[in-house]
């Protein structure tokens, strides 16, 4: 996110089972001295909650007060042996200059077309930070 006081809109189900979720803002990376990228001084903009979005679609919007890099996190920690299958959407709406305008302009996170160019280098990337990286939650597309 480049500007303060954006908003994150999220939007997302499951089938069949609940989920774990939360948002952070990445506070610093460090590459440790075994190569491995640790994240640290992380803050919480959205506190860990367990939704029924097997039941109900769950939305909502969090003001992001500070630029910088924010992780969305669906935790399956709990319930390894259920795999769960996610449909979601994301969007930004970011106040327009200059200031004095009210308005607020929409910008999607990913389109669909992005996240099948692009899956496999965002994997990649995970990997290079999270070498056993694996994904846990099959990811279906809801299209626009």
Do not use: C
């Not at 259920?82 to 009210?102: C, G, H, I, N, V």
């Amino acid at each position: 996110m480049r500007s303060s006081q954006t908003i994150l809109h999220y939007l997302f189900t499951t089938l069949e089972y609940n989920i774990g979720f939360s948002i952070e803002r990445i506070g610093q990376l460090k590459l440790s001295q075994g190569g491995i990228w640790e994240e640290l001084n992380n803050e919480e903009a959205l506190r860990y909650q367990m939704v029924d979005s097997h039941l109900k679609q769950i939305s909502g919007n969090v003001l992001l007060q500070r630029p910088g890099v924010y992780k969305i996190i669906w935790h399956n920690s709990f319930s390894y042996m259920k795999p769960k299958t996610l449909k979601y959407r994301l969007r930004l709406l970011e106040k327009q200059s200059p200031a004095s305008d009210p308005h607020y302009s929409v910008e999607d996170l990913f389109t669909v077309n992005d996240l099948n160019e692009k899956e496999e280098q965002a994997y990649k990337a995970l990997r290079q930070v999270y070498p056993d990286f694996v994904p846990i939650v099959k990811i279906q597309r809801s299209p626009k």
